[in-house]
């Protein structure tokens, strides 16, 4: 059910180093792949190449973030060759590209289901990153602070500050139940009305727009129909959407998600 759906969402803060930050205008693959390096360098014991044929792979932090894998007996979207991962690192939209000594940067990390738990690996990985450096000239800094955010509630807590080097256990979580339109209105959470987006859609009227704009604030690529949209209709986007809600939901929170996907395409090709 959608009113299970669990994420934690933290921003990162980090403080150019001595030297400063040079860094493209798009950072999302510069802290991407920089961490991803970082992470599997500080997780993996067994240094093979392919965690798929790892004996330790379903046990592996690395493998679980960043090569997520069906595990063995996969019925549900078992013909996925691999999932969609648990985690999510929202970039600056800023375009700036250098940062001067101790000038901050900020970014979002959002963790889905299970891998809110792996968070303690998330935060040693950034700092070993900083002390590696990234960007042009692989540059040092260092990690100021990581707050915890609920976006829907409007609540924020730190949770760890350079100058204590401590991590507090607090943790603010954005629930499917938190959502506006997914739980019951009235009454205990047993009486949650059913979790299906197309129980709350509704056909168009006079006074309301039939028409919805939508602007990609970064790089996207959708596909459909086995190859790369050069277009991106409504219905592709919400197909991919759905898909990617799936799979999140079986392998990222145990449970199968029962929505008419058919009939939420079909009113989607008309918008």
């Known amino acids: ?50 965690c798929r044929a790892c004996l330790l792979s379903q046990h592996c932090p690395y493998a679980y973030i960043f090569e997520t894998s069906p595990p063995p007996g996969s019925e549900a979207l078992r013909n996925y060759d691999n999932v969609p991962r648990p985690f999510v690192l929202e970039p600056p939209l800023e375009e700036k590209t250098f940062y001067r000594p101790g000038e901050t940067l900020a970014f979002r990390l959002i963790l889905i289901g299970k891998a809110v738990s792996y968070l303690p690996y998330f935060i040693v990985v950034f700092k070993e990153l900083g002390e590696m450096g990234i960007g042009k000239g692989r540059k040092k800094y260092r990690l100021k602070e990581i707050v915890a955010v609920d976006p829907l509630k409007n609540r924020r807590a730190s949770i760890y500050l350079e100058q204590d080097r401590m991590v507090r256990n607090i943790e603010l979580p954005v629930r499917g139940s938190d959502i506006p339109g997914l739980a019951g209105l009235y009454g205990s959470p047993e009486d949650l009305l059913p979790a299906s987006p197309e129980s709350f859609l509704r056909q168009p009227t006079a006074t309301e727009p039939h028409r919805l704009a939508i602007d990609f604030l970064t790089m996207t690529r959708l596909k459909y129909a086995e190859a790369y949209a050069g277009k991106i209709e409504f219905h592709v986007l919400i197909r991919n959407l759905l898909r990617r809600l799936s799979s999140l939901a079986y392998f990222h929170h145990g449970e199968e998600l029962e929505l008419d996907f058919t009939g939420l395409i079909a009113r989607a090709a008309g918008v």
Request: glycine letters at 12%; a positive charge; proline letters at 4%.
């Open 1 to 50: 059910m959608l009113v299970n759906f669990r994420v934690a969402i933290y921003e990162i803060i980090l403080a150019a180093g001595r030297e400063g930050l040079i860094l493209p205008p798009y950072k999302g693959s510069t802290l991407r792949g920089g961490f991803g390096r970082v992470f599997q360098r500080i997780t993996c014991t067994s240094r093979q190449k392919d």
